[in-house]
């Protein structure tokens, strides 16, 4: 990130909560780009995974931004044939139910919105401290300058029904459009 005028061409949501900044686009492993800007090469700064960073026991300084992320970020999926019914009882082990709850609606929500590859849609659902699912969801233009954003809350068996209403609620504020405008 450079301070004059950064350019957040492909990070939606970061130049509403910093319009100071610039994004630019920055490849390799954790430990290469932190060299990069240790050694101040073209960065003031970088966006990071709070979550990558300490799974690698790495501590910074640093400033933490509220951006949410692609739809079903960091969830890893098993699939198997169910003919192999040993197979399948394995990965039933792996199975966490509040995971599935959460990815449900945010994959509910995307669905209802009809993106395509190149879309910037972003959902990110938990369950919340009082147990209710929580599912915030926006769209924004290719260069972030306008978005749409929902914020809704349903019991975790409600998901699904949670992520069509969030879908549902970004396209009366204008989703359908913003999505229409970014070719595939």
């Given at each position: 990130m450079h301070r004059d005028r950064q350019r957040f061409t492909r990070v939606p949501g970061v130049t509403q909560i910093r319009p100071d900044l610039r994004v630019e686009y920055l490849r390799g492993n954790v430990n290469s780009r932190l060299g990069r800007l240790d050694a101040g090469e073209e960065f003031d700064a970088i966006v990071l995974a709070r979550a990558g960073l300490e799974r690698l026991g790495v501590e910074r300084l640093g400033?933490?931004?509220?951006?949410?992320?692609?739809?079903?970020?960091?969830?890893?999926?098993?699939?198997?044939r169910r003919a192999d019914s040993?197979?399948?009882?394995?990965?039933?082990?792996l199975d966490h139910k509040q995971t599935r709850q959460c990815?449900?609606?945010?994959?509910?929500?995307?669905?209802?919105?009809?993106?395509?590859?190149n879309s910037p849609i972003?959902?990110?659902?938990?369950?919340?401290?009082?147990?209710?699912?929580?599912?915030r969801g926006m769209?924004?233009?290719?260069?972030?300058?306008?978005f749409v954003h929902s914020q809704e809350w349903a019991p975790?068996?409600?998901?699904?029904d949670l992520g069509a209403y969030v879908a549902d609620d970004l396209l009366r504020k204008g989703a359908r459009d913003l999505i229409g405008e970014i070719p595939h």
């Open positions: 400033e933490t931004l509220d951006i949410v992320p692609a739809v079903g970020s960091g969830v890893l999926a098993v699939d198997c040993d197979v399948v009882e394995l990965v039933r082990s990815v449900s609606a945010e994959r509910m929500m995307l669905h209802g919105l009809q993106g395509h590859c972003a959902g990110h659902a938990r369950i919340e401290r009082d147990g209710q699912l929580s599912l769209v924004f233009t290719r260069d972030g300058s306008q975790p068996e409600r998901g699904e």
